[in-house]
């Protein structure tokens, strides 16, 4: 009787060890916080930055040269702006008597014609723009680096997978993904997060080729795939949705650190569904050799449909380093609305997976991805318009839900493709899907920096001039 009771837990473990459903919901899982992990940061890593080191750089030129300025007759009647960069002050007349002067430390009298602020930045929101041109270029290296290093890995990983299977490598991704994560949560410099980021994209290049590889695999029908592959990659979304706004909220509200250490807590829980349901311990490679990755890269579908993948993400890439610090110097949108900006988008994607996960399937895969990629462009085009966070929901939204049609239309083509072209082992050819997925995210990011390296330049030598 004891054996018994003793055995049924066991037993029960090893038949739903065998269900596809709790395969789908560890990928699932495991796609939700390597996405929340990549978004979290969007919306505090420029904030922290202009927080900490512009802080830092104009600390003892605040409190050494020029003071803000005191008011002897009428307080009410000026707002002085210090400029960390001229070392002047500016006045702005909020209302006075006419015939009044206002006196400064520095300059003595001033007479009393003053109308409006001395030109300098009429948004009035933000000091430093010279320091935020910079920091533009450095957040941008610094989310690069995790699709860089994911474009460095992705070549060993697939082969790696083909010869150990699926479960290994999953839960190695699952252990890199929980130390960037601490790393994350305690890291205080520029450095110690670029170092962070970099180990994201080693763990999340292990976990993402492992988990859709092994969906392929165990969804052999055309249409239960494309499904599935819709859930899965809706777990994807949910981690973008829930990334940034949930970190903007975190870092205002409770501090920089609460973000991170309650994803590790999540990751350690998504760890040990991994030990239960995979058996990570047990080597299981494929029973026939995979395809090589040269063949796959020569043929011209495979390409065709990575490169839609490349295209459609390289505009939420773009937008990724630079709509933050773009709000906070046009819109002086406060920190939590810098991680909210990306809802809409989130939202939309998720809603899009999810919807032409199966309807792509009837309407061709090919003009799901066609429409997509022209939405997307229409959206990219809309984004500029925007004056507020308002103005950004459209544009966003229509971004996120187009970039989900290619998405949840690809991914099942790429297994498709090798199911009739190739042999049925999918660890190569998703590979290769993350690869165009990190090189969109590269190129964008690293295009966007040296356009704003030219930029910088440009200014810098026209204030020489």
């Not at 109308?115 to 920091?135: S, V, Y």
């Not at 290049?205 to 592959?229: I, P, Q």
């Not at 490679?285 to 449909?305: F, H, M, R």
């Not at 900006?341 to 899009?352: D, H, K, N, Q, T």
Request: hydrophobic share 50%; with cysteine; glycine share 10%.
């Amino acid at each position: 009787m004891l054996r018994i009771v003793w055995d049924a837990p066991q037993q029960l473990l090893k038949e739903r060890r065998e269900s596809r459903k709790l395969v789908l919901v560890v990928v699932f899982v495991a796609l939700l916080l390597d996405n929340m992990l990549l978004t979290v940061v969007v919306p505090i890593i420029p904030n922290f930055l202009y927080a900490t080191e512009f802080k830092e750089i104009n600390t003892p030129l605040h409190l050494g040269t020029t003071t803000v300025s005191q008011h002897v007759l009428t307080p009410r009647a000026f707002s002085t702006i210090f400029s960390f960069f001229g070392n002047d002050t500016m006045a702005i007349k909020e209302s006075a008597p006419s015939g009044t002067a206002w006196t400064d430390r520095t300059s003595g009298t001033i007479p009393p014609l003053v109308t409006e602020a001395i030109p300098a930045q009429q948004n009035n929101c933000l000091q430093g723009t010279e320091f935020l041109e910079e920091e533009n270029i450095r957040v941008g290296v610094l989310f690069a680096s995790k699709a860089l290093m994911q474009l460095l890995v992705n070549p060993f990983v697939g082969p790696f997978i083909n010869r150990i299977g699926y479960h290994i490598p999953m839960f190695v991704g699952f252990v890199i993904l929980f130390l960037s994560t601490v790393m994350f949560a305690f890291s205080g410099t520029y450095t110690l997060l670029f170092v962070a980021r970099t180990l994201q994209g080693i763990g999340s290049s292990f976990s993402s080729v492992a988990g859709l590889g092994m969906l392929a695999s165990v969804y052999t029908d055309d249409y239960e795939r494309g499904h599935a592959m819709g859930i899965a990659l809706g777990g994807l979304a949910l981690g973008v949705l829930m990334g940034a706004p949930f970190g903007s909220l975190m870092y205002v509200f409770v501090g920089r650190s609460s973000p991170f250490l309650i994803l590790a807590f999540l990751a350690l829980l998504n760890g040990a569904l991994q030990l239960c349901i995979l058996q990570p311990s047990k080597v299981s490679p494929e029973s026939a050799k995979g395809t090589p990755l040269l063949t796959l890269l020569k043929d011209p579908y495979i390409l065709v449909a990575a490169g839609s993948l490349c295209f459609a993400n390289m505009g939420v890439a773009m937008l990724e380093p630079t709509l933050p610090i773009w709000m906070m110097q046009t819109m002086c949108s406060p920190e939590w609305q810098l991680g909210l900006a990306f809802l809409p988008a989130s939202v939309s994607y998720l809603i899009g997976t999810n919807l032409f996960g199966v309807l792509a399937n009837k309407m061709g895969r090919w003009l799901c991805s066609m429409i997509g990629m022209m939405v997307i462009g229409t959206s990219l085009l809309c984004v500029p318009l925007a004056y507020n966070i308002f103005g950004l929901i459209g544009p966003n939204a229509g971004l996120g839900f187009s970039i989900g049609m290619v998405d949840s239309s690809v991914m099942p083509i790429m297994g498709h493709l090798v199911d009739l072209r190739h042999t049925s082992v999918y660890g190569s050819v998703y590979a290769i899907a993350d690869v165009a997925f990190c090189m969109g995210f590269a190129i964008a990011h690293g295009d966007l920096d040296m356009c704003n390296s030219e930029a910088h330049k440009g200014i810098s030598s026209g204030r020489r001039q």
